[in-house]
C-alpha cells in the first residue's frame, strides 16, 4: 500500500504511529499525541519501550504482521504509557510499508469512546439531577434553621443554670454548622464569572493552600507544561475543583503520601457533544489507598463520601463547576494510585 503523506496523517483523527525497520518511532500524528499523552518530537528514534509499558500484546501483533506481511488486527489490546501510567483499550492494526525509512504503520483506534460518550451524557444528567436535589434541598432545610437557631438563643436566655446551656448551645453550633452546609449546596446556582486565566495560577494556589494545612507529610509535586496558552473560566470556581480533589487526596492519606499535578496539551477532543481542537487537561494523581469499590460509581453523587466526618459535596461541586466550563471530569483508581483528569477547552465560554 502507498504511505500516506505526513501532511495527511496531520489531520487524521486515528491515531498513528510509524515504525523504522528497526522498530524504532519515526513518526506520530497529532491524534496519537493526544491518545497517549506524548510528543512526537521526543520519541523520534526511540524504541517502542521507550514510551509504551506492557507492550508484549504489540508486539505479538507486529511480529504477526511482518511475518505474513499482511496487515494484522488485535481488536483487543490493552496499553498504556509510562507518561501517564493510565491503562488504555484499544484495537490495533499493523500494516507492513516497503517505502524506507518507514517500515510499518500502526493504526490505534480506542474501544473506549463510545462509553466514554456515555459517560458523558450520563454525567449531564447527573450534574441536572444534582442541582435540582441540592438547590430543593438547600431551600427546604435553610429556611427552618433560622428559626430553630432563633429558639434555641431564646431559651438559653430563659435558663438559670449554665449547665444547662451547654445543650442550647449544642443546637445552636449544629444549626450554625447545616446553615453553613445549606449555603455550599446553594453555591453552584452562581453565576459564573469567565476571565483569561493561567491554570498553573490555579494550581499553586491550591497547592499553597494545602501545604498550609497539611506542613508535615505531604508532598504536592509539580510536572507542569508551561507552554499551555490561557484559557478562558471561572478563576474561583476552578480553584474549587482543583481543592477539593486534592483534599479528597490529603484526608484519604491521612495528610501523609505524595500528590502530583499534572498539566498537558490534548488534540481533538470532544466535550459535551463539540469537537475541541485544543484543550487543557490537568490531572491529580495521589499514591493513597484508591476509592472503595462500592463508592466508584457513585463518587459523584451529592452527600456520598467514604468519610465518616465527610459531607460528600467536594466532588459534586467540582463535577457542576468543570460542567459549566463545558469540560469533562473522570477518575481511575485502584491501590496506590488515584488520578482525576479535568480537561477544559481552550474556548471563549464567556461569549
Do not use: W
Amino acid at each position: 500500500m502507498p504511505t500516506p503523506s505526513l501532511p495527511t496523517l496531520e489531520y487524521l483523527s486515528t491515531a498513528i504511529v510509524l515504525l523504522d525497520d528497526e522498530s524504532r518511532i519515526a513518526y506520530i500524528n497529532p491524534a496519537a499525541e493526544h491518545l497517549f499523552g506524548l510528543s512526537n518530537t521526543n520519541l523520534i528514534g526511540h524504541p517502542l519501550q521507550y514510551a509504551f509499558a506492557h507492550t508484549e500484546q504489540l508486539f505479538s501483533t507486529i511480529q504477526a504482521a511482518l511475518a505474513s506481511r499482511a496487515s494484522h488486527i488485535e481488536h483487543e489490546l490493552t496499553l498504556s504509557t509510562h507518561a501517564t501510567g493510565s491503562k488504555l483499550h484499544l484495537s490495533c492494526t499493523a500494516t507492513p510499508l516497503q517505502f524506507p525509512p518507514y517500515a510499518l504503520l500502526l493504526e490505534f483506534h480506542t474501544m473506549d469512546r463510545p462509553l466514554k460518550l456515555a459517560r458523558e451524557e450520563q454525567m449531564l444528567d447527573q450534574t441536572q439531577a444534582n442541582r435540582l436535589l441540592l438547590r430543593n434541598l438547600a431551600h427546604e432545610i435553610k429556611n427552618p434553621l433560622g428559626g430553630i437557631r432563633g429558639a434555641a438563643q431564646l431559651l438559653e436566655q430563659e435558663l438559670e443554670k449554665p449547665a444547662l446551656r451547654e445543650y442550647t448551645q449544642v443546637v445552636i453550633q449544629e444549626a450554625d454548622r447545616l446553615r453553613s452546609l445549606m449555603e455550599k449546596l446553594l453555591t453552584p446556582q452562581h453565576v459564573p464569572h469567565f476571565s483569561a486565566l493561567n491554570i498553573h495560577e490555579v494550581l499553586e494556589r491550591v497547592r499553597s493552600v494545602v501545604l498550609a494545612e497539611l506542613p508535615e507529610g505531604l508532598v504536592i509535586q509539580r510536572d507542569y507544561d508551561l507552554s499551555l496558552p490561557e484559557l478562558h473560566g471561572d478563576k474561583e470556581q476552578l480553584i474549587q475543583v482543583v481543592l477539593n480533589i486534592v483534599r479528597n487526596a490529603a484526608q484519604a492519606m491521612n495528610g501523609k503520601g505524595r500528590i502530583l499535578l499534572r498539566t498537558r496539551i490534548t488534540r481533538q477532543v470532544t466535550l459535551m457533544k463539540k469537537l475541541h481542537r485544543l484543550a487543557v487537561m490537568v490531572q491529580i494523581i495521589d499514591n493513597g489507598p484508591g476509592i472503595p469499590a462500592h463508592l466508584r460509581d457513585k463518587i459523584f453523587y451529592p452527600l456520598v463520601s467514604g468519610r465518616a466526618d465527610g459531607h460528600g459535596l467536594g466532588l459534586t461541586l467540582a463535577q457542576d463547576f468543570v460542567s459549566q466550563h463545558q469540560g469533562s471530569i473522570e477518575f481511575e483508581s485502584e491501590p496506590g494510585r488515584t488520578c482525576f483528569t479535568v480537561i477544559l477547552p481552550l474556548t471563549h465560554l464567556g461569549k
